[in-house]
């Protein structure tokens, strides 16, 4: 079992920054494990944010991101990092990490294990 706890959302103007932490307990990674961030607005469907790949090889973004979120991990502490700069109003939503011992990618019913999220709001 793999237990994930994420932290440091919270409220922030447009134009600000944000840095979330995921800290993963249980069973260690493998090179092939990944670890993701999703995101959930009211009202819409959990929507992929970024994914890394345990061993730093691969890491992907969602167009909506790119540039101004950077995924990143601390592999010592078993964490993964989101920098969130640039925030817009549209950012906000539950953000969540995922993680999957095999999968790599996109798809949120791959991923085996998730935090229990935590809220991200982007005043205008």
């Known amino acids: 079992q793999v237990q994930l706890v994420e932290s440091g959302g919270g409220l922030v103007q447009a134009g600000g920054s944000l840095r979330l932490s995921c800290a993963a307990s249980?069973?260690?990674?493998?090179?092939?494990?990944?670890m993701g961030w999703f995101r959930q607005a009211p009202g819409k469907e959990r929507e992929f944010v970024a994914a890394i790949q345990w061993s730093g090889r691969s890491i992907t973004y969602a167009d909506s991101v790119k540039g101004r979120f950077t995924i990143s991990r601390d592999s010592a502490k078993n964490t993964v990092f989101l920098q969130m700069n640039s925030l817009k109003p549209e950012d906000t939503a539950v953000y969540y990490c995922a993680a999957d011992r095999t999968y790599y990618g996109v798809v949120p019913l791959e991923y085996d294990y998730w935090g229990q999220g935590t809220q991200v709001t982007v005043s205008s």
């Open positions: 249980g069973r260690t990674f493998s090179s092939d494990s990944s």
